[in-house]
């Protein structure tokens, strides 16, 4: 390694000359990368624990937690933190949170505050946290008012606790959850209302953030901004108004050829840790007419990577590119065009946190790779540009958009605006302006990580061992008030356009990781199976068809299957003459599997199916086999696509059993919560 050059790297002392009226740090955030694929939770397994082990827990890898204390009041002491802050987060919306909250308490209170991981951490010595540290809780929740995975051992501890350990702590929360979903924000309130019974004290109500109404970062703010109110109120904390402080160092360093090839994946945060393989085809297998949209079916290769395996029904979770574009975008507005491949060395200042990006990497992967740079920007990075920059009219454009929480979503109901493309509108309100002297580590401070993309797994591990398929829908969105602006999908615009040409070089090789899912067939093969999918959602159901296709081709006894699959119209019904094949082969009893399609815009050529029909409609008309299965065979139902769909479907379940059995709303609920007990009723649902 040649001489590391250490820059000052745009840090703070230069900004004391060069920009104006700078404030404390706020942090920004992600107005939520979304998985909008596969959660499952389902208690009726009992290796749960192990498919949702997370990477770090995985081979004793548990890596700096392995030296490191499980117990939360040890930590707290061992950082003489005055807050803790225990975050549960599975697409890192709540994890940036917690950390901007951390960073925040930090520099505005100065007071000693960590943000930890759930997961690496024992809840039942919670109750060893001493009285004088203040406990903050930031969760999501998932499935059916689940917590997310890293979460649910303290919340199983906590809801079942019959004792009173925390009357000695002070406790705040804020829940990240999606009101589409019927149980909004359970998991916070079940942690809230557990910590009141076990006799903690509450200092502000929970917060809560709602995604489905875009919220979640102006919820936070708010929410934060009471709770620390309330700390300057009651506890005589002061809000120091501090300029703002990078969080990270960098430093500037020549990288030989091989450190360049290796760097990212050696020093990437531990719980980033991902394999490099190669997309092999990638064919389109839906169009929709007159429409900017299609779908498209991707195989990766996992031959070189031996060790990993995966299983029917698991998910890929999917790192992807920024497009170069906004990579140029970003780096031409800061004046880093030319230091594209720089290397640099990056470190967080205090021990407290965690870098979230790579420790060694260059300036290209840096925003090419690591940080979200096309996320919305938040309000609270206005209003952090606004104090940083010198141009007056500039500040005062900032200003003005930030005002209010109304403000800023009227703004933005005009504007897609990630913070590439914000610099250069500012640019154009002042062209002399220039944000050359913006640090680089702003940029890694208020722009969100990189999130994964989970996808559903579309083959079978048993028939296609070293290929996972996936299917992914390329369809760009529109701004509110300007619907010739496109917004397109991070991932889904990097699967649809990376190069394919040369699988051997670096630059095609897709970053990726297995992730386990219970979303499992039954292991008895004669269960009968029921699934009902809309567009993608037919992924994983492709993948169990295989699955049992291949076991009734050896000779094994396969129980009945029936597909109920959801698309506009027979063009973009996924994999259809594969399936109707495989149904057709119900003739010699093999596979007994029945395909049954809805379509909710049909075309003439749809044949008789010109009616517009739902899947929901489609399991009404077969409800006598569909609810004979599941009642009187035991059979299991999988659900897979959006949340309205899924709730349609369990609705009209739910109407003819009632109507078959004369039961009560009440008896067909508590059926239905026995199935999803016993692992017999499952939904992998996005909103
Ligand atoms: C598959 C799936 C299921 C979800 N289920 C719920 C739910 O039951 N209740 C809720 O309030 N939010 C639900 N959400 C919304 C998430 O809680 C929300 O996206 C949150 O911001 C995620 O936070 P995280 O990134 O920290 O995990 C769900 C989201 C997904 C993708």
Redesign the pocket.
């Known amino acids: 390694m040649d001489l590391i050059k250490t820059l000052d790297y745009r840090l703070v002392s230069s900004l004391k000359h060069s920009l104006l009226d700078a404030n404390y740090g706020e942090y920004a955030l992600l107005l939520?990368?979304?998985?909008?694929?596969?959660?499952?939770y389902n208690r009726g397994n009992p290796f749960e624990h192990l498919f949702f082990q997370q990477p770090q827990a995985v081979n004793g890898a548990r890596s700096s937690a392995s030296a490191a204390t499980r117990n939360i009041g040890e930590k707290a002491r061992e950082n003489e933190a005055k807050i803790i802050i225990l975050?549960?987060?599975?697409?890192?919306?709540?994890?940036?949170?917690a950390h901007r909250l951390a960073r925040d308490a930090q520099q505005r209170l100065r007071a000693a505050t960590i943000a930890c991981d759930l997961a690496d951490y024992d809840p039942a010595t919670l109750a060893d946290v001493a009285e004088s540290v203040i406990v903050v809780f930031?969760?999501?929740?998932?499935?059916?008012?689940?917590p997310?995975h890293n979460a649910i051992e303290l919340v199983s501890h906590v809801t079942t606790l019959r004792t009173s350990p925390f009357s000695h702590l002070r406790y705040v929360a804020f829940?990240?959850?999606?009101?589409?979903?019927?149980?909004?924000?359970?998991?916070i309130d079940d942690i809230a209302s557990s910590m009141d019974r076990c006799g903690a004290h509450c200092l502000v109500p929970t917060g809560?953030?709602?995604?489905?109404s875009r919220s979640?970062q102006e919820d936070f703010l708010e929410w934060k901004e009471g709770f620390f109110s309330h700390l300057v109120s009651e506890y005589g904390m002061q809000d120091h108004k501090a300029e703002y402080q990078p969080t990270v160092s960098i430093i500037k360093e020549e990288l030989t050829s091989t450190d360049s090839e290796n760097m990212d994946n050696k020093s990437l945060p531990r719980k980033q840790q991902s394999i490099q393989i190669p997309i092999v085809s990638r064919d389109i297998v839906a169009t929709y007419e007159g429409q900017d949209r299609s779908c498209i079916d991707l195989k990766l290769d996992l031959s070189k990577h031996s060790q990993i395996k995966y299983r029917t029904g698991d998910h890929i979770a999917i790192w992807p590119s920024n497009p170069l574009e906004e990579v140029d975008r970003l780096l031409g507005v800061l004046g880093l065009e030319s230091q594209k491949p720089d290397g640099l060395r990056i470190t967080v200042k205090d021990d407290m946190d965690e870098l979230k990006v790579p420790s060694s990497t260059t300036i290209q992967a840096l925003v090419s790779q690591h940080l979200d740079i096309c996320a919305p920007v938040p309000r609270e990075t206005v209003l952090a540009l606004a104090r940083l920059t010198s141009s007056a009219i500039v500040r005062t454009e900032l200003e003005s958009i930030g005002r209010d929480r109304e403000t800023y979503a009227r703004f933005l109901d005009h504007h897609h605006l990630n913070l590439g493309r914000l610099l250069e509108l500012m640019n154009s309100h002042d062209p002399s302006n220039s944000w050359t002297q913006l640090p680089l580590a702003f940029v890694i401070d208020f722009i969100p990580a990189m999130?994964p993309r989970l996808y559903s797994i579309a083959t079978s591990s048993t028939v296609d061992p070293r290929r996972v398929g996936i299917v992914v829908s390329v369809k760009p969105t529109s701004v509110l008030m300007n619907p010739k602006a496109l917004i397109c999908g991070v991932t889904s615009t990097y699967l649809s356009t990376a190069d394919l040409s040369d699988i051997s070089i670096e630059t095609s090789l897709v970053r990726a990781e297995i992730r386990r899912s219970s979303f499992k067939l039954p292991v008895n093969l004669s269960i009968p199976v029921i699934m009902v999918a809309a567009g993608t959602g037919i992924a994983p159901f492709r993948a169990f068809i295989q699955e049992r296709a291949r076991l009734a081709s050896i000779g094994h006894k396969v129980g009945p299957m029936t597909l109920f699959s959801g698309s506009q119209n027979r063009s973009d019904s996924l994999y259809h003459d594969e399936l109707s094949a495989l149904a057709a082969t119900n003739g010699d009893k093999t596979l007994p599997l029945k395909f049954i399609t809805a379509f909710s815009r049909p075309r003439e050529s749809d044949g008789n199916l010109t009616k517009k029909t739902y899947v929901q409609d489609q399991v009404r008309v077969h409800s006598r086999e569909v609810v004979d299965h599941l009642v009187d065979n035991d059979g299991a139902i999988y659900i897979c696509g959006a949340?309205t769909m899924a709730k349609a479907v369990g609705d009209v379940i739910l109407e003819v059993l009632m109507q078959r059995n004369s039961w009560s709303k009440e008896a067909a609920d508590k059926w239905r919560q026995n199935k999803r007990k016993t692992a017999s009723w499952h939904e992998?649902?996005?909103?």
């Open positions: 939520a990368v979304i998985l909008s694929s596969s959660y499952v975050w549960g987060s599975q697409s890192g919306t709540a994890e940036s949170l930031i969760v999501s929740t998932y499935g059916e008012g689940d997310s829940g990240c959850g999606n009101s589409n979903y019927r149980y909004f924000n359970k998991a809560k953030g709602d995604e489905a979640t999130q949340t992998d649902v996005w909103s």
